[in-house]
């Protein structure tokens, strides 16, 4: 195998984890729920993707709502998408 399949292997391999910690967010009846918390730093914002479907993007935090790594409704509020599910 060539050093460039290698390379490209080990990029695959390290994006594939990184997406796999990414937050996450489920639907629930009424809007969605964050099921995987972001990680240090950011927020989790809920989007309602339609078809009972939610998912989860980690958003900056701001000043009016600090960084809140939980399941909880306040971190769903603090990354301020979609939180009707809880």
Known sequence: MSKAVVFACLLMILGFALVAEACDCDYH??????????????????????????????????????????TSRSACLAGGGDCGGY
């Open 29 to 70: 009846s009424g809007g969605c729920t964050i099921s995987r918390p972001a990680g240090g730093g950011n927020n989790c914002k809920c989007i309602y993707k339609g078809a009972w479907t939610c998912s989860g993007v980690e958003v900056g935090c701001s000043s009016g709502w600090p960084c809140e790594q939980s």
